[in-house]
Nanobody
Framework: QVQLVESGGGLVQAGGSLRLSCAASGRTLRHHKMGWFRQAPGEEREFVAAILWNDGTTSYANSVKGRFTISRDGAKNTVYLQMNSLKPDDTAVYYC??????????????????WGQGTQVTVSS
């Protein structure tokens, strides 16, 4: 089992920045990928970014590429999502997820077995 707790959400003006954190506990993450997804009201859950814990390989959705950065801190067992140049369209509940590395593409929710409770990000225009 892996427990995930997100933090760092809030209200920010367009063009501003936020950093989300996801603290993981439980089993080792050495063979895991970590992902961030988001879900706006009435919309499906959408992939944002992912990182492989063992070598740091990253992947991003086109909509956030160049604005968001995913990273991990092994000593703290924490994954971060630095979000810059935020837009109103980025408004959503952001979820952290974890799953064993597999052949399933990292942008697919079913590739992840463990999910956090989510943190709200609201970007005002």
């Amino acid at each position: 089992q892996v427990q995930l707790v997100e933090s760092g959400g809030g209200l920010v003006q367009a063009g501003g920045s936020l950093r989300l954190s996801c603290a993981a506990s439980g089993r080792t993450l050495r063979h895991h990928k970590m992902g961030w997804f988001r879900q706006a009201p009435g919309e499906e859950r959408e992939f944002v970014a992912a990182i492989l814990w063992n070598d740091g390989t990253t992947s991003y959705a086109n909509s956030v590429k160049g604005r968001f950065t995913i990273s991990r801190d092994g000593a703290k067992n924490t994954v971060y999502l630095q979000m810059n140049s935020l837009k109103p369209d980025d408004t959503a509940v952001y979820y952290c997820a974890s799953g064993l590395i597999s052949t399933i593409t990292v942008s697919t929710p079913r590739a992840y077995s463990y999910w956090g409770q989510g943190t709200q990000v609201t970007v005002s225009s």
